[in-house]
């Protein structure tokens, strides 16, 4: 597809759908060895037929390969494609090169999808022709695949073309992680290949929404599954007021990384679409706000003023609703006025998924069958 210079300035024409597209599943192994065999399957199992997987292996030193292999042997809808280790991004970007579906879905190598995940989406894209970026809801699960909780809620997503608040917050919008995002074919080319040293799932649920509808698939169609070894790691980990700080500057780093990624894109495309600007993501000035509570005391008159100032943005953001807001407000103000440990306590509670946050933020749904794990 050849990207006009200066063409987007509204969402970009789409064109429909055949009877029956096909499906890739893009997945980035590296030393999954445990885990990529079952993410495999996920697919194979679905119950829409046209759909294949092509895993990129990152030069893993396990035995990911001879995995996938086994399973390439034996189903042709299974791609290998090996290359020495480059990360994660370059992986993802392999993957895309050697696919050749319609509609690509993003597949972490340790996590799973639901068997009627293709097929919903599939459903969604066909519906709604103007519709390019279709996002869902994941159930978290351990190494096990036991249910721990649902990663996500429902009651707060956005849908239709949502760039001009995309925008206005500083790229912030209820995206989802990796195994919850899929889109059109069309709009590969816009976010491919994804820079080094970012999360491909950032980059593309920041650019692509600024170009395209959005649709919301209402179900738990995927699984999450959390380990020692995720990816995130580095930015979940708060095991001490050290990894706490080391944690939230790697959180800024990459978001820093994914904006400034995402508005270099805009500027190479010459996209009609305005440079996002840092400042406005109420996220990164919350984070921001507790790195200095976790690396230093502040007298009380300045931390008062930052409170104020980060209190004032959560009360008039737009995004999050009036539970969350208020979790919000309460826990950065214990914070405040806490010593650095416990502020770090406390941030992480309000921001990591656990299970205490989760029941006071649920609504009135809960997960559907397609939330449980399949047989």
Request: proline share 5%; glycine share 6%.
């Amino acid at each position: 597809m050849t990207i006009e210079p200066g063409a987007v300035k509204r969402p970009i024409h789409l064109p429909a759908l055949p009877d029956q597209p096909l499906v890739s599943a893009l997945v980035s192994c590296y030393n999954y060895e445990r885990f990529v065999g079952r993410a495999i399957e996920s697919v194979l199992d679905q119950s829409y037929p046209a759909v294949e997987v092509v895993v990129c292996d990152d030069g893993s030193t396990d035995s990911s390969v001879r995995v996938v292999e086994q399973y390439a042997e034996r189903d042709g809808r299974v791609k290998l494609v090996r290359q020495a280790n480059a990360g994660h991004p370059a992986a993802y970007s392999t993957a895309y090169r050697h696919s050749r579906g319609e509609i690509l879905c993003i597949l972490d190598s340790d996590d799973l999808f639901d068997r009627r995940k293709v097929a919903s989406i599939v459903d969604c894209f066909r519906k709604s022709a103007d519709v390019g970026y279709v996002i869902h809801p994941l159930i978290m699960v351990d190494a096990e695949e036991r249910h721990i909780q649902p990663l996500t809620l429902l009651d707060n997503f956005e849908e239709g073309f949502i760039a001009d608040r995309i925008l206005r917050r500083g790229g912030r919008w209820r995206s989802m992680t990796a195994s919850g995002v899929s889109f059109r074919r069309e709009l590969a080319p816009y976010v491919y290949p994804v820079p080094d040293g970012i999360y491909a799932d950032v980059l593309f649920n920041t650019v692509l929404p600024l170009l395209t509808r959005v649709a919301v698939v209402r179900d738990y169609l995927g699984y999450y599954r959390l380990h020692d070894s995720n990816a995130t790691q580095e930015i979940r980990n708060h095991s001490s007021l050290d990894d706490s700080i080391r944690a939230t500057r790697k959180y800024l780093e990459h978001v820093e990384g994914a904006l400034g990624a995402a508005n270099q894109k805009i500027a190479a495309l010459n996209l009609d679409v305005p440079p996002i600007v840092l400042a406005d993501n109420l996220d990164y000035r919350m984070r921001t706000f507790a790195l200095e509570l976790f690396s230093q005391s502040p007298g009380v008159g300045r931390r008062i003023r930052q409170y104020a100032a980060v209190g004032s943005a959560i009360a008039n953001d737009d995004l999050y609703r009036l539970k969350h807001k208020c979790l919000l407000l309460a826990g950065y103000g214990l914070a405040a006025v806490s010593p650095p440990a416990l502020a770090a306590r406390v941030v992480e509670a309000i921001h990591l998924p656990n299970r205490l946050k989760y029941l006071l933020l649920r609504g009135a749904r809960k997960p559907s069958a397609a939330g449980k794990r399949s047989a």
